[in-house]
């Protein structure tokens, strides 16, 4: 999935800060907002019946004759939720949306594992197809690779759909970065706004093909959906093609939108994007962050 | 419009060929997307884009129909007519178009003419008049609206002459570069100026008017003195009948305005007659008049100048020379003065003699080498010195007036030394090859050098020889000139006496009307002829007549009317105005036009690969 040297340049990324509240463990490499047992203190409050009695700071008995004890801020770690789309859209274009999705999936599973955040995936088309909880290690990293590698394209993508599941499923707080090409009619707003309900933090990566964006229609063309063969064919010329490029344009800006207005990262990547180009968007779009 | 090749519109079948392939479902390339409702919102949110699309895949269609229409009617050649934005009307004013023709004139028959033509031209089209007389005039452009173009028209009447059509036309086309139409109407027939009008010819719609129809004219007057007794005479007249039925003609002889005879003149069909009449008394203009109701009124009446009774003053200077002086004594219309006889004529004396005596019309200086006076025309007999061998006589200028009826047969003459004859003039006799009889002007009069031994009796003694001195004093005398008739049109050329101001000459019509002349030299110049009658040239000297009468030749015979008109094969009415213009290269032009949208349009919509 990643070269040596790809991974080299991972090494020192991680998760950008603003992407999700990171949950309250013992031995998280994030500081968390939860109250715990980390080596950070915190607050001083009265001893209330159930406080672990370590905690209790006999300095302060002493010298007022109150029971007072430290409250220090828990360790935490993030928890990643990689959605890959591996619908039959995400078979188009050269090289296909599915392979740059499954490097973009990798790629950040390899920062989560470095980062000691935990970090799960799933394939979906129109339901969750596949599914790794998160997990924090090394292991986890293997599975996560065999599962993107044996992932194949397929089905119809109902994206709003898979989203709910999967909310149904997970809690928060954590990461839920969607890879698709959101090619959904009506939009997947729903979906995304569900992932937020629950109380999970949704990052978007539209993944698209460099044919989708100046498709080479040449006199009159009959389009078939890849999804549905069977459905009747659209007849376009290349009179039409100004008009498809701006709807494109108008589908990614409608993403943005949603995002900017949650506060959400979003990034839009090529199929054909080099591993530093997909890096850098990652990076530009705060998905990740770090030196370098 | 025509068609020139109207078969080849069968070809229009083939547009069925565009229709057809329109209709077939097409191969079309199929194509693998992710989506389809990206395409699909486009189509169900603009779906005029959607009607625009069939219309422009329709407008392919409709292009590549006009494309094929259009080259195929330019294959069938189209013709389309224009009204003409000039035309040129070319009216024929000779004397026969003033016959009669029912109830008007063959000149009235053309204004109708002209006028149904102005009726179908447009308002702002440019007319020009032009009026083919003797000699074709321009009566100007006038747009056809022109609400006193019928006056215009009025105006145009006939002449007493002939036409000279071919020049008419000519003038017309003059300067015309778009080959605007050019009507003649005429009574003459188009063959008569096939061949006449050069490139005009394509040009030229001929109207003919005028139907055949029988015609009397007096076809000829002369008058001629007796011989012997100079004050009485005679005058000789010619009637001719150009109908095909015999008639009687009465004729009216009048003198000065006197009747002096009337006879009746039996006339064959297409008969000639002629009738002479003795007069007593020779007055100075006689007149025959034909009491007849024609269909020619102007060739009824001619008029004949009688020859003055004025003989040639010729002073003869000659140191003796017998058969000379017998010659010009012998003459009747010479009165002869004679110079001082023997020895060489002394020209200083002669120039005395000239400045003291009345003013002689010739001068006969034998022996001189230079002519003695100023002003008179002198014939000049040569110095009878160095005379050369005999050699042939021969006449060089058989159509020179000096020559008329002239002939000396194989007489061999004593030529005299050629030098000091004149290096330029007409040689009139070569003997052996060298002239001997120059004939030239200078300064106004009249010169001829004889440089033959008038005094051997081979010369003397020959027939030739007293008429070659008798033309000699009548071309000297300038009696071949200022002749006192001419036909309608024709230009006079009238020489004028030696001493005159030109601004005291002037030649009025008869109607008294100061006609148009130029001065050039001693010559006077008038073609203001159409007025057949008598006109008079005054000078200070005096005053002259000459006669114009009709130009009955070329124009009295109203049978010679075009077969092709007077059969009924043409319409009274003239042909549509319409200039044609082949439409077939901007068809073609088109053509490629709807080729290249065609070809855009594709590029455009396919890009290379169309």
């Not at chain 2, 009216?252 to 006197?258: K, L, M, N, V």
């Not at chain 2, 004025?310 to 017998?326: A, M, N, Y």
Request: hydrophobic share 45%; charged share 20%; proline share 7%.
């Amino acid at each position: 999935m990643l070269s040596v040297e790809e991974a080299r340049q991972l090494d020192r990324l991680a998760f950008g800060a603003s992407t999700a509240s990171p949950a309250a463990s013992a031995s998280g490499a994030r500081v968390s907002r939860a109250r715990g047992f980390g080596l950070e203190f915190r607050e001083f409050r009265r001893y209330e019946p159930g406080d672990d009695p370590r905690a209790i700071d006999w300095t302060i008995h002493a010298r007022l004759r109150q029971l007072v004890v430290r409250v220090h801020r828990a360790d935490a770690h993030l928890r990643v939720h990689l959605l890959v789309d591996v619908s039959g859209s995400m078979a188009t274009g050269a090289p296909d949306k599915l392979t740059g999705a499954r490097k973009i999936a990798a790629l950040l599973s390899y920062v989560a594992v470095g980062r000691r955040d935990a970090v799960g995936v799933a394939t979906f088309d129109r339901t969750v197809k596949q599914y790794i909880a998160p997990a924090a290690g090394r292991p986890q990293l293997l599975r996560i690779f065999d599962a993107l590698a044996t992932a194949a394209a397929g089905g119809q993508s109902a994206i709003n759909h898979a989203l709910a599941n999967y909310g149904a499923a997970v809690h928060g707080p954590g990461l839920v970065v969607v890879i698709s090409d959101f090619y959904q009619a009506g939009g997947s707003f729903e979906g995304l706004r569900y992932l937020l309900h629950r109380g999970l933090t949704p990052a978007v990566v539209q993944v698209v093909a460099p044919q989708e964006l100046d498709p080479d229609v040449t006199g009159d063309v009959e389009l078939v959906d890849i999804e549905d063969p069977l459905a009747p064919p659209v007849l376009v010329d290349p009179l039409i093609v100004a008009a498809y490029r701006e709807r494109m344009a108008e589908l990614t800006a409608e993403l943005g939108e949603f995002c900017i207005s949650h506060g959400l990262s979003c990034v839009r990547v090529e199929s054909s994007f080099p591993f530093a180009r997909l890096l850098r968007a990652c990076r530009d779009a705060s998905l990740l962050a770090g030196p370098g | 419009m025509r068609l020139t090749n109207p078969s080849a519109l069968w070809f229009l079948i083939l547009l069925a060929i565009p229709l057809l392939l329109a209709r077939r479902p097409t191969p079309r390339s199929r194509q693998v997307v992710s989506n389809l409702y990206l395409w699909q919102d486009l189509i169900r949110r603009d779906p005029d884009r959607l009607a625009m699309r069939r219309l422009r895949r329709n407008w392919l269609v409709a292009l590549q129909i006009a494309l094929m229409a259009a080259a195929i009617v330019a294959l069938a050649g189209p013709v389309v007519a224009f009204r003409a934005a000039r035309v040129a009307f070319v009216f024929d004013v000779s004397m026969s178009m003033g016959a009669r023709d029912g109830t008007t004139t063959r000149l009235g028959v053309a204004r109708e003419r002209a006028r149904a033509l102005l009726r179908r031209l447009p308002q702002d089209a440019v007319v020009r008049l032009i009026a083919a007389g003797t000699s074709p005039r321009d009566l100007g452009d006038h747009p056809a609206g022109d609400s006193g173009m019928d006056a215009i028209l009025e105006a145009v009447t006939p002449t007493a002459g002939s036409a000279d059509v071919p020049a008419a036309i000519r003038l017309a086309a003059v300067g015309d570069t778009n080959a605007q139409p050019i009507f003649v109407f005429s009574d003459r027939s188009e063959r008569d100026v096939a061949g006449l009008v050069g490139s005009a010819s394509a040009a030229v719609r001929w109207e003919h008017v005028g139907h055949a129809t029988g015609n009397v004219a007096l076809a000829r007057i002369a008058a001629r003195r007796h011989p012997v007794k100079a004050a009485e005479g005679q005058v000789l007249v010619e009637v001719r009948n150009y109908g095909t039925q015999a008639r009687d003609a009465e004729v009216e002889i009048a003198q000065d305005g006197t009747v002096i005879g009337r006879q009746s003149v039996p006339l064959p069909a297409r008969g000639t007659q002629t009738i002479v009449q003795d007069i007593p008394r020779l007055g100075r203009l006689l007149s025959a008049r034909l009491r007849e109701d024609d269909a020619l009124d102007l060739d009824n009446q001619r008029l004949a100048v009688i020859p003055v009774l004025d003989r040639v003053h010729v002073r003869l200077i000659t140191p003796g020379s017998f058969f000379l002086e017998k010659v010009l004594a012998a003459n009747p219309r010479i009165t002869l003065e004679s110079g001082p006889p023997g020895g060489a004529p002394n020209l200083a004396e002669v120039a005395a003699r000239n400045a003291n005596s009345r003013g002689s019309d010739v001068v006969v200086c034998d022996g001189c080498v230079e002519p003695p006076g100023q002003d008179e025309a002198t014939l000049i007999i040569a110095p009878r010195e160095g005379s050369l061998g005999p050699a042939p006589l021969t006449i060089a200028r058989p159509d020179h007036p000096l020559t008329a009826s002239l002939q000396f047969g194989e007489l061999f003459v004593t030529p005299l030394g050629s030098a000091g004859v004149a290096a330029r003039g007409d040689v009139i006799l070569r003997a052996g090859g060298l002239p001997v009889a120059v004939a030239y002007e200078r300064d106004g009069r009249r010169i001829l050098e004889l440089r033959l031994d008038v005094a051997a009796p081979e010369l003397a003694l020959s027939i030739g020889f007293p008429i070659l001195v008798a033309n000699a004093i009548d071309w000297l005398a300038a009696r071949d000139e200022n002749g006192p008739e001419v036909s309608s049109g024709e230009p006079v050329r009238w020489r004028l006496p030696a001493l005159f101001q030109p601004d005291r000459v002037s030649v009025t019509g008869p109607d008294n009307r100061l006609t148009r002349r130029e001065l050039q030299g001693r010559y006077l110049t008038t073609a203001d002829t159409g007025v057949p009658g008598l006109y008079h040239v005054r000078t200070p000297v005096g005053e002259q007549i000459f006669v114009v009468n009709p130009a009955v030749d070329s124009e009295s015979d109203l049978m010679e009317v075009d077969a092709e008109s007077s059969s009924g094969g043409r319409p009274d009415v003239a042909q549509p105005v319409d200039d044609e213009r082949h439409v077939a290269p901007v068809l073609l032009l088109l053509a490629f036009g709807l080729l290249a949208a065609e070809w855009q349009y594709r590029w455009k919509r396919d890009g290379p690969a169309s």
